[in-house]
């Protein structure tokens, strides 16, 4: 997979693959003893309601921050091999309050689509067209056994970016590189020009992975694969409290495999 942003504002999104389509990405079937390898718990599920008057700058809760409703959320009953993101919550940022919350289809595919035909994101993202190019991006993940959870950034109540975070050891990528236990990827666009330029793409990097590394302890290490030509998108994760770690060779691109370390957070 890849992401940056065209800055890493425009996009960072999964590279191409050669002969795959999205599901690639959820290609490896988990098996009962695979989980068992990777700690993963037991199956759950669970409904929970929250109060309407609830706000995407509250406790984390399940009111919808998209639209301001009461929604319920019903976990599928396997595994969570991402420690459930719906739940990570809102944090301030100085670019304002932000959360990642999960892509509903029937919600969120108008939007979604659209910055998918912005020129900027389509360089990246190559999934310009109808909805439903789009929507066949979304559906292997939003259908998968959630090693990768597509997700709008909410910047003071807007959405305003996508998000694909991602279970780097148990994707493709890992091919490409001595992946470890529990690495989690992420690939973003920043939606709106507004956006872009402005230093926001990088705020909202290191936001996510300080998210990632704090609900996710069994995570060491945060990576992702821009574009090594863009450069714009490299220098945002330097600045986002990333290190170059190598250039790795993926089916369509050369990319720059770009990790944060919980080691190190607190120096970078």
Known sequence: MAPADAHTDAGTGPAPRADTGAEDTLDLPLSEELLALFGEGAPATETRTQPPNAS???????????????????????PDLLDHPADWGPVTTPAGVFQLVPV???????????????????????????ESVTADHLRPQLDGDGRSVPCLGVLAGVPMSYWEIYRADLDPLARHY??????????????????????????????????????????????????????????????????FSAEVELPDKRAALMVRDRTHRAQL
Do not use: K, Y
Not at 56 to 78: I, L, M, N, W, Y
Not at 104 to 130: C, H, K, Q, T, Y
Not at 223 to 238: I, K, M
């Open 104 to 130: 509903r289809l029937e919600r969120d595919l108008a939007v979604i689509s659209r910055w998918m035909n912005d020129p900027a994101v389509a360089a990246f993202w190559e999934l310009a067209g109808s």
């Open 178 to 243: 001595p992946a470890r236990p529990h690495d989690t990827g992420i690939h973003l666009l920043i939606g709106g020009v507004n956006n872009r330029g402005r230093g926001v793409g990088t705020t909202l990097l290191r936001a996510v992975s300080d998210l990632v590394l704090d609900n996710r302890p069994l995570c060491a290490r945060v990576v992702a694969e821009p574009d090594l030509r863009n450069t714009p998108s490299v220098s945002a994760f330097l600045s986002a409290g990333f290190r």
């Open 56 to 78: 995407v700058s509250s406790e984390p809760d399940d009111t919808d921050p998209v639209r301001g409703t009461q929604v319920a959320t019903s976990r599928p009953a396997v």
